[in-house]
């Protein structure tokens, strides 16, 4: 049993109750952001905050919390469930009210939080990576903001799964944007290329976090627009989300990527993001 946060409240998992006409359930009107948590710290929390306010001001939800309320919450969230490596999930919905599609005015939002256990990376994806699959990019125009109405992206990751793959990489208009649930980046001339945030692409904290560790040790790279035939000829693909890290795409639509193995820029890349992990502190 694990214990959740909910509307002010700590309490065990199996006894949290929402209404049923909450508009996340009738609508999925809200927001949410995962939070990777090593050794009981939350890692990146900042980052993770300012998604989670520039998300409800697009979908215009006031915050409920100011950032030391939020780090009060989530720091005891942590505690309850006895810290070490975590996920920590949190949501943000408009609250409860008639159904209606106009936003109702005065009401409270639903505010709930959970953490689970985070499995360290697989190390067998030194050796082996993961396979992918491409498929269209049918999901809406405002991808940049973190909504918790993700059906398109689950029925497109499920799409990756049917085919024995581990993620779907999403094409529209002939480029890359993103996986289904993770970043994007390629590696193409010794020189390591991820599209630029927009509307078509969640702003990601790791994606982030790669492109800082890359410029501070000389590495180069840009953001720019990855055609489907520069993806399919990079030397290296891979996926980035603040749960999974950085996996090494060696199978991209069953054929191999680069020598079908992860490749030099991803060793370098993991090496130096576990380095970084382990020399933040709370």
Not at 20 to 46: A, K, M, Q, S, T
Not at 159 to 184: C, H, K, P, V, Y
Request: hydrophobic share 40%; glycine share 6%; with cysteine.
């Amino acid at each position: 049993m694990s214990i959740i946060y909910l509307n002010g409240k700590f309490i065990p998992d199996s006894d949290a109750c929402i209404s049923v006409l909450d508009r996340g359930f009738i609508f999925g009107d809200g927001v949410y952001e995962v939070i990777p948590v090593y050794n009981g710290c939350l890692f990146r929390l900042p980052e993770h905050l300012q998604r989670l306010q520039n998300s409800l001001d697009a979908i215009r939800i006031i915050n409920p919390y100011p950032t030391q309320e939020w780090q009060r919450i989530l720091n005891e969230l942590i505690d309850k469930n006895h810290g070490g490596d975590l996920s920590v999930y949190l949501q943000i919905t408009r609250g409860v009210a008639k159904r209606d599609h106009a936003l109702p005015k005065d009401i409270q939002p639903t505010v709930f939080a959970m953490a689970n256990p985070l499995p360290p990376p697989d190390k067998a994806l030194a050796q082996n990576g993961i396979r992918a699959i491409t498929g269209d990019d049918y999901r809406w125009v405002n991808c940049h903001i973190k909504a918790i109405s993700l059906l398109p992206n689950v029925l497109l990751r499920q799409q990756a799964i049917d085919a024995g793959a581990s993620e779907t990489i999403l094409l529209r208009n002939g480029e890359a944007t993103e996986g289904a649930a993770s970043n994007l980046f390629i590696v193409e001339n010794q020189v390591l290329v991820t599209p630029p945030k927009g509307p078509f692409l969640l702003p990601g904290i790791t994606r982030d976090l790669i492109l800082e560790l890359a410029a501070q040790n000389h590495i180069a790279c840009e953001e720019a627009a990855i055609s489907e035939l520069r993806l399919r000829k990079a030397d290296e693909i891979w996926l980035t989300s603040s749960t999974k890290e950085i996996l090494p795409v060696t199978y991209l639509d069953n054929q191999p990527v680069g020598g079908a193995k992860p490749g030099p820029m991803w060793h370098t890349l993991v090496d130096l993001y576990q380095s970084f992990k382990k020399s933040f502190s709370r």
